[in-house]
């Protein structure tokens, strides 16, 4: 779960918000937000909601399926160039995971 975290981290600094406005935005004070993205206890209607606030989409991607997902959304990005393909913000898993689970 420390990966989704990390991500919601990326994200807000991304669109130039500290922990306090993105709690602010959420309904939540400061300290909540620093708890979360530090890997504490996430609640799936707090990351959904943070998800709208950062403007991401959260959703279940299988392992398998991963490689592939991160293909087309680094096509994409590279598209509109702004960023490279290893910093995609993808939550599920990586393609080592779907690799090892097909073994």
């Not at 160039?81 to 939550?91: E, Q």
Request: charged content about 25%.
């Amino acid at each position: 779960m420390a990966y989704i975290q990390r991500q919601i981290r990326q994200a807000r600094k991304a669109e130039g918000l500290t922990q306090s406005d993105l709690g602010h935005r959420i309904g939540q004070p400061q300290s909540a937000v620093s708890r979360i993205e530090r890997g504490g206890d996430l609640r799936l209607s707090t990351l959904l909601e943070m998800a709208r606030v950062l403007e991401l989409e959260p959703m279940l991607v299988p392992k398998s399926l991963i490689p592939a997902v991160q293909a087309l959304v680094g096509h994409a990005i590279n598209q509109e160039g702004s960023k490279a393909p290893d910093s995609i913000p993808l939550v599920g898993g990586t393609p080592e995971d779907a690799a090892d689970e097909s073994q």
